[in-house]
T-cell receptor, first 111, second 113 residues
Framework: SQQGEEDPQALSIQEGENATMNCSYKTSINNLQWYRQNSGRGLVHLIL?????REKHSGRLRVTLDTSKKSSSLLITASRAADTASYFCATGFQGAQKLVFGQGTRLTINP | SAVISQKPSRDICQRGTSLTIQCQVDSQVTMMFWYRQQPGQSLTLIAT?????????ESGFVIDKFPISRPNLTFSTLTVSNMSPEDSSIYLC??????????FGQGTRLTVV
């Protein structure tokens, strides 16, 4: 079964607003990553946060990780139409190469 | 980063036939991963392909249905055999750089009619 549950499943906001997506997982992890997928194409890696980190920034992206709650959030600030995509969290495990992906959030930025 | 060339990008196939998807990486990698993404769903790992050994399949996926080849460290194929409409999905190959950061091909959108 899938490790990650994401909410909301779909999010529609106006350009310039901030978008927040959440991811929950079930077991201990080594790291958590976020990916973007445009129109059913290949996924693009956005950011990785390790299990001993609590917050990480990359440009307009801010990721938090709460290992006690087994949850993470992705914040996109000052959204743009080009941010319209599906966003997936993925969990990585110590000693294992494979990733387990969450269900994804479909984000629509309205001009 | 890694550049991955996956083909075909899309195909429409008749039920009962087979389709082979190719994945070429611009550098040598130990493991290559094959995922399926059903319409509106997340990615599910089909199998992990190592060069020189049989692929390791995840629960629910079998070699007879999804045979995989890995002839060298830069190339792999996934075959979807005896297709039915339920096999209509996007199929993605992936490799890792660093601990677990994944890079993906552009995907193969398969429609079975």
């Amino acid at each position: 079964s899938q490790q990650g549950e994401e909410d909301p499943q779909a999010l529609s906001i106006q350009e310039g607003e901030n978008a927040t997506m959440n991811c929950s997982y079930k077991t201990s992890i080594n790291n958590l990553q976020w990916y973007r997928q445009n129109s059913g194409r290949g996924l693009v890696h956005l950011i990785l946060i390790r299990s001993n980190e609590r917050e990480k920034h990359s440009g307009r992206l801010r990721v938090t990780l709460d290992t006690s709650k087994k949850s993470s959030s992705l914040l996109i600030t000052a959204s743009r139409a080009a941010d319209t995509a599906s966003y997936f969290c993925a969990t990585g495990f110590q000693g294992a190469q494979k990733l387990v992906f969450g269900q994804g959030t479909r984000l629509t930025i309205n001009p | 980063s890694a550049v991955i060339s996956q083909k075909p990008s899309r195909d429409i196939c008749q039920r009962g036939t087979s389709l082979t998807i190719q994945c070429q990486v611009d550098s040598q990698v130990t493991m290559m991963f094959w995922y399926r993404q059903q319409p509106g769903q997340s990615l599910t790992l089909i199998a992990t392909a190592n060069q020189g050994s049989e692929a390791t399949y995840e629960s629910g996926f079998v070699i007879d249905k999804f045979p995989i080849s890995r002839p060298n460290l830069t190339f792999s194929t996934l075959t979807v055999s005896n297709m039915s409409p339920e096999d209509s999905s996007i199929y993605l190959c992936s490799v890792h750089r660093g601990p677990t950061e994944a890079f993906f091909g552009q995907g193969t959108r398969l429609t079975v009619v």
